[in-house]
Nanobody, 116 residues
Framework: QVHLRESGGGLVQPGGSLSLSCVAT????????VGWYRQGPGGQRDLVAR???????DYADSVKDRFTMSRDVAERTIYLHMTNLKLEDTAKYFC??????????WGLGVRVIVSS
């Protein structure tokens, strides 16, 4: 069973930066994609960024050129480096992994609040 644990959320001013981490345990070699989603006040969980098995990195248009995802394979950790944060980036951020059967695994999420 895959388990994901996020850390690094918090309060930041507009224009500031914040980094999130997600540590994975379990059979992550079964992953077809791994990445970050966020859930805002509207309740919908939207893709922020993900690594795909083909080696691509996908970013939501709203975060391109501001957010960067990276990983440390040895540490089984992915990171989301967020810069020039905007009020609309306020959300709960979830680490995600899809395995090849289409099963989704989620962390419990961390809150990011962008506010002056």
């Amino acid at each position: 069973q895959v388990h994901l644990r996020e850390s690094g959320g918090g309060l930041v001013q507009p224009g500031g930066s914040l980094s999130l981490s997600c540590v994975a345990t379990g059979p992550i070699s079964s992953a077809s994609s791994v990445g970050w989603y966020r859930q805002g006040p509207g309740g919908q969980r939207d893709l922020v960024a993900r690594f795909t098995s083909s080696g691509d990195t996908d970013y939501a248009d709203s975060v391109k050129d501001r957010f960067t995802m990276s990983r440390d394979v040895a540490e089984r950790t992915i990171y989301l480096h967020m810069t020039n944060l905007k009020l609309e980036d306020t959300a709960k951020y979830f680490c995600n992994l899809y395995d090849w059967s289409g099963t989704a695994f989620w962390g419990l999420g961390v809150r990011v609040i962008v506010s002056s």
